[in-house]
């Protein structure tokens, strides 16, 4: 039974991944998306032997299992759609038979050949433990244990609320929240006071979005939620604070002053130095019993509150050293980025009365556009992955796990209990969520980004 | 066009010979062939714990003098950081046909090192007794096991078999300032309400430190206090005479200490570093001053005693407070042994055994226990330093030998032995941390850790039962 809802909505999705496809008929083209669903939903019920879908497991799992085949049916009609669009396209064809005939003389398999390497390692080192996590990730498995057992998708569910009704229609809202926007935005003519709302309220089908995974993670101490709000918050601090503030110092230090040079060198310094050796600075001078933060508010007759035992404090503790060891790198590429603003339009801009601010503001933002976004994914892989050092040296995740955010947690589960199970569910959680805030930023930044030139 | 083939060409032969260099280290660990009657040397890894100059440094200077004594055999030392890495690497290395000889694990994980096994279901170590073989000598090496003190070879021993070669072993011990306690005019504590009644006087003086006690929020000394109380951690006698099925986190002694501890940090004497198995942290405020008492291991007697006279303090060691209302049982040990790998060819197993027994023979484990703190592992090593006058000199050193020698052999003071400890200890500590910095409710709490606990033992059981 819920087999069948599993391929149904595999079909479903699958016919709405097709609604693009080139060159084909309305109905022939549904049916041809719903074959790809179909398909792509019974290939991953068949890799999981349909375990998810029986009635011996949690209602959880069934719902899980359902989204699974869906995501799975999108995903393999918007595929098979996608190649039929390239084949459909002229120009791509005539550039592709250029390239055969054009470079590679020697035959088909030079290209390969070269590539060998690189496909090797990637191989190898990325693809096969990428399938092995999502194996593992079924299984409860121990290192120096003989046996392993099969858990299906309770690696999962136990991250999630127990009640299959919130987990089903949290997610749902939030998606409703955020295509109705969407479709509000759509309708409304541009530059209208409804557009201009319906602008205003973008943010909001984030925030539901976020709000409903916050809700749908189960609470309590062992709880997967106080996680997950750790990863938000400490993310969003880092990134935020790393750009804002990279942006800050970067502006000043393109200013023409004495000796700038030496300004700008010593400011990238803190690139060079790696995660955990962050942690360890700010460890020491944080230290409440011989940090020199401490020192200097002894001075003052002040005692300097211990990081280690409030939780914003410790917080507040991590992002700082996060953001203290990314902007280096963001001062760099933005005093590249702001060479390239168009000196005419400053100019010009000058000539016309506008303030410092508003230069600022409508000139040098907008054409640092392509470095943001850079940066923005640069500063994200950090928060998510590289802070695991910062965190393991300045807190270890304290107070109460109060500054564990997913990659420690991965890292605690997985290696230091050695329940690599539990590990690798986790990592499969992290990198749907790192997958979807790519497409999110990539999809957003495709009408505001110009990388100068034509279009 | 001839260099991109050369690069090719490169890349291609390094492959090959990485590939080629696998294979060839598994035909040679497989092998079981006597090497040493071809004259050459037998190589023997041990992998241990410790990267500090003075523990790692006494590794390396045994091995050099076993090497010169044995010239047949090359013992060769590797630090790692931490006793889960150790573990971790060595079955990797297991995995990868390359694995060390003598590994140094804690006790926490003694369950977990029996049931270990490899990839084919063999088990990865070897009982040292039944390596042994009743042998008194190996190699001209006394064998010392059978003179384990008796704390060692209590908790070490399962099912009359002893798995492991002692090395490192210690109890928890309190330190004190005794210049502070000597200010405030109040004695020892020998209490968990003598602990109270100081704390009171000591925080009243008007230049008071900031907290009275502190000790690192680590399990082990969770699991000490049970063992003086007489409480089982697990069903079975702790896992002594049957494997562990069910832990008991919520009992009436854990409930207990966890409220002491949160009275006493809710009353400004227990200072929190805010940071779970803090060693570094709580050391720190002890040398600082900012307490009067630090409940520790005695691993670090020695250093702990000479930085506090550099502070210009009176570090005096003290058996660790307990908890009066109830009977008293005993403190257990702490620490880590050497396991013996399975399978080895018996020139390499020999040499391995006689350098095990050779790294702890009487002068080498007296000599260890002056340089850290750690008790003598072999009545012979007593001995001989009760001979040198070193108690005389170091009273400090005595404690934790004496803690340990009064404790009975009873399931509880022995401590607990199952599965999944290391993560089950983490349950532990991140409950305590719970109630000290979220100031929650002690049963409410200990509830919760006990479903998470067992859990984990359920787990860990159903991985490894046939």
Request: hydrophobic share 45%.
């Amino acid at each position: 039974m819920t087999l069948l809802i599993a391929l149904l909505v595999g079909a479903g999705a699958g016919a709405y991944g097709f609604r693009n496809a080139l060159r084909l008929r309305p109905q022939p083209r549904y049916l041809a998306g719903a074959a790809f669903g179909l398909l792509g939903a019974a290939v991953v019920s068949g890799a999981t032997k349909g375990c998810a879908y029986g009635t011996d497991v949690d209602s959880i799992q069934n719902v899980i299992g359902v989204a699974i085949a869906g995501a799975a049916g999108l995903a393999a009609a918007t595929a098979a759609s996608s190649t039929k669009a390239a084949r459909g396209d002229e120009p791509i064809a005539k550039q592709r038979s250029e390239l055969r005939t054009g470079t590679y003389r020697l035959g088909w398999w030079w290209p390969w050949l070269l590539l060998l390497p690189t496909l090797i390692i990637l191989v190898v080192f990325l693809y096969i433990p990428a399938v092995q996590t999502f194996t593992l990730s079924t299984m409860l498995v121990r290192l120096g244990a003989p046996n392993t057992i099969d858990v299906c998708l309770s690696n999962f569910t136990e991250l999630l609320v127990p009640n299959p009704w919130m987990v089903v229609v949290l997610p749902s809202l939030s998606v409703a929240v955020i295509w109705g926007l969407g479709l509000w935005k759509q309708r409304a003519s541009a530059g209208s006071a409804s557009y201009n709302l319906a602008t205003t309220l973008q943010p909001l089908g984030i925030m539901a979005l976020l709000t409903a995974l916050y809700f749908m993670f189960s609470g309590g101490t062992n709880g997967y939620r106080s996680i997950y709000l750790n990863t938000v918050v400490i993310s969003a601090g880092t990134v935020l604070g790393g750009m804002v503030f990279g942006l800050a110092i970067a502006y000043l230090a393109f200013q023409k002053v004495r000796g700038i040079g030496v300004y700008r060198t010593l400011l990238i310094w803190p690139y060079a130095v790696s995660a955990p050796v962050a942690g360890i600075l700010f460890f020491m001078m944080f230290d409440p019993t011989a940090g020199v933060i401490q020192h200097i508010f002894d001075g003052f007759g002040i005692d300097f509150p211990n990081y280690r035992e409030s939780v914003s404090l410790a917080r507040f503790t991590v992002i700082a050293a996060s953001v203290w060891k990314v902007l280096g790198y963001n001062i760099l590429f933005y005093l590249a980025g702001l060479q390239n603003v168009p000196i005419d339009q400053i100019e010009a801009s000058v000539l016309d009365g506008a303030s410092a601010w508003q230069r600022f503001r409508y000139i040098v933002t907008p054409s640092l556009g392509p470095i943001t976004f850079f940066l923005l994914i640069t500063n994200l892989t950090y928060a998510f992955f590289d802070i695991y050092g910062t965190i393991d040296y300045l807190t270890r995740g304290a107070p109460a796990g109060a500054t564990s955010v997913a990659i420690y947690e991965i890292i605690r589960v997985g290696v230091d209990n050695r329940d690599i199970g539990r590990g690798a569910a986790q990592s499969v959680l992290l990198f749907l969520a790192v997958i979807g805030l790519t497409i999110w930023q990539f999809r957003r930044s495709e009408d505001r980004i110009t990388y100068g030139g034509v279009g | 066009m001839a260099k991109r083939w050369l690069g090719i060409l490169t890349v291609l032969t390094l492959l090959l010979a990485a590939c080629g260099d696998s294979g060839t280290t598994t035909t040679v660990a497989s092998g079981t062939g006597d090497t040493s009657a071809s004259g050459e040397i037998t190589d023997i890894e041990m992998w241990i714990a410790f990267a500090d100059d003075t523990r790692l440094g006494f590794a390396e200077d045994k091995a050099a003098a076993f090497n010169a004594a044995h010239p047949e055999y090359n013992v060769v030392v590797q630090s790692f950081d931490s006793y889960n890495t150790v573990f971790e690497q060595a079955q990797l290395a297991l995995d990868g046909g390359n694995p060390p000889e003598i590994i140094h694990f804690f006790e926490a994980a003694t369950q977990e090192a029996i049931d270990a096994v490899d990839a084919a279901g063999d088990p990865i170590f070897k009982s040292v007794t039944a390596a042994i073989g009743g042998r008194t000598e190996i190699l001209g090496e006394p064998v010392v096991l059978d003179d384990v003190v008796s704390a060692a070879r209590n908790y070490y021993t399962i099912d009359g078999d002893f798995y492991s070669m002692p090395w490192n072993t210690s109890s928890a011990i309190m330190f004190v300032n005794q210049d502070m306690l000597d200010a405030a005019g109040v004695d020892i504590p020998e209490t968990w309400a003598d602990v109270d009644a100081a704390c009171d006087t000591i925080l009243a003086a008007a230049d008071a430190p900031s907290g009275c006690i502190t000790w690192p929020n680590h399990s082990w000394f969770i699991e000490q206090t049970l063992g003086q109380e007489g409480t089982l951690l697990a069903n079975n006698d702790n896992g002594r005479t049957a494997r562990a099925t069910e832990v008991n986190v919520a009992s009436d002694g854990m409930k207990a200490y966890f409220q002491w501890w949160k009275d006493l940090d809710a009353s400004g004497k227990y200072l929190y570093t805010g940071v779970q198995r803090d060693w570094d942290g709580t050391n720190a405020a002890f040398q600082a001053k900012e307490v009067a008492m630090l409940i520790y291991s005695s691993s670090d007697t020695t250093v702990l005693t000479e930085t506090g006279a550099e502070n210009g303090f009176n570090v005096v060691a003290a058996p660790m407070p307990y908890n009066s209302d109830v009977p008293f049982e005993g403190n257990l040990i702490g620490g880590a042994t050497l396991w013996l790998l399975n399978g080895l060819d018996t020139t390499t197993e020999d040499g391995a055994l006689a350098f095990m027994n050779y790294f702890s023979n009487p002068e080498n484990a007296a000599e260890w226990h002056k340089i850290t703190g750690y008790i003598p592992i072999t009545n012979a090593a007593v001995q001989l330093l009760k001979d040198e006058g070193w108690y005389e000199t170091s009273p400090n050193s005595l404690v934790a030998s004496d803690q340990l020698d009064a404790a009975a052999n009873t399931p509880a003071a022995r401590g607990a032995l199952l599965g999944n400890f290391v993560s089950i200890r983490d349950v532990l500590t991140a409950a305590a941390e719970n109630m000290l910095v979220n100031d929650g409710d002690v049963t409410t709490i200990l509830e919760e850790a006990q479903g998470e606990a067992q859990r984990l033992l359920d787990e860990y059981n159903a991985l490894f039962s046939n």
